[in-house]
């Protein structure tokens, strides 16, 4: 069973940066596309971005393209999201989901397996 531990979250000041990591055990990550999903607080969850299995196709929200970059070490059983330029409407609980489908829509269906998610906060 594939088990996706989130990590790398906290509190950050507008603008700055921040990275997560997913990491797997129980299994091999580089089977799965990963996605990164969050939830911002009263609102639903949304899509990220997602990365396929080989890293070869990458996928994000409108709202973080060009400021968040996915990436992946299938050595280390991590991916990654680099979060630069972070605003306030990012604020929210970020998770990551295992699954075989990353396209251009982000959706949290094509995911099979959950981490418990890490909470970033953008304040000032």
């Known amino acids: 069973q594939l088990r996706l531990v989130e990590s790398g979250g906290g509190l950050v000041q507008p603008g700055g940066s921040l990275r997560l990591s997913c990491t797997a055990s129980?299994?091999?990550?580089?089977?799965?596309?990963i996605g990164w999903f969050r939830q911002p607080p009263g609102k639903q969850r949304e899509g990220v971005s997602c990365?396929?299995?080989?890293?070869?196709?990458?996928a994000y929200a409108g709202s973080v393209k060009g400021r968040f970059i996915i990436s992946r070490d299938n050595a280390r059983n991590t991916v990654y999201l680099q979060m630069n330029s972070l605003e306030p409407e990012d604020t929210a609980v970020y998770y990551c989901?295992?699954?075989?489908?990353?396209?251009?829509?982000?959706?949290?269906?094509?995911?099979?397996?959950w981490g418990k998610g890490t909470r970033v906060t953008v304040s000032s």
């Open positions: 129980g299994s091999t990550l580089d089977l799965y596309a």
């Open positions: 990365i396929r299995s080989g890293g070869e196709f990458t």
């Open positions: 989901g295992a699954g075989w489908e990353c396209g251009d829509i982000l959706d949290s269906d094509d995911m099979n397996f």
